[in-house]
């Protein structure tokens, strides 16, 4: 079940072209922008990793079905959960786990900042009430004591700039290197 580099990188030339969501980007357009908005704040190269790599999961579901992405889904796809299983064994836990909690940190920021859900995109806002909405305040203490939970954060502020159809992000090239370089040993 775990996945390569090389099968990570074909899923994105493969699928990448594919709507995000209700988004004026397409997936390879979000996944860049989000990583280059991480490189351009000084993130650590782990979290450059899980902020190029944090929506793979849309990209299994697609590769796993012939249909194409619903451009208003119904239910939730539970993406961040998804990808796990494809990336335990290749990265760390300090690429895997903002990746897992990069959906409950959107709830976390609209339970702490009563602007941030105004401040979402339409599609944004619609993913949430269909990932169970805003935490309560004591769900959101209990969210951002968790490991890795304040990378999270920086990862989901950033996926929500990572929406920008003018944007000129590097290309996946210029990660290819990153990417390799924080490969388990187990997997080299």
């Known amino acids: 079940m775990t996945m390569t580099i090389s099968e990570i990188t074909e899923l994105y030339l493969v699928h990448g072209s594919d709507q995000y969501g209700g988004e004026a980007v397409n997936q390879l357009q979000h996944a860049l922008q989000c990583a280059s908005l991480a490189e351009n704040s000084g993130a650590s190269p782990e979290l450059i990793c899980a902020s190029l790599l944090h929506d793979l999961g849309h990209l299994l579901r697609l590769n796993a079905n012939t249909e194409r992405d619903e451009v208003r889904p119904v239910t939730d796809d539970l993406h961040q959960y998804l990808v796990v299983p494809f990336l335990r064994g290749v990265f760390s836990d300090a690429v895997i786990e903002p990746i897992k909690l990069h959906v409950d940190a959107k709830k976390y920021?609209?339970?702490?900042?009563?602007?941030?859900?105004?401040?979402?995109?339409?599609?944004?806002?619609h993913s949430l009430a269909l990932q169970g909405g805003p935490y309560t305040s004591d769900e959101a203490a209990q969210f951002i004591k968790q490991p890795y939970a304040p990378d999270a954060v920086n990862l989901r502020l950033w996926d929500d700039l990572a929406k920008e159809a003018q944007a000129t992000p590097p290309q996946w090239s210029h990660y290819s290197d990153l990417l390799e370089g924080l490969k388990l040993q187990s997997v080299k």
């Open 109 to 125: 920021l609209c339970a702490i900042d009563d602007a941030y859900w105004s401040g979402l995109s339409a599609a944004s806002q």
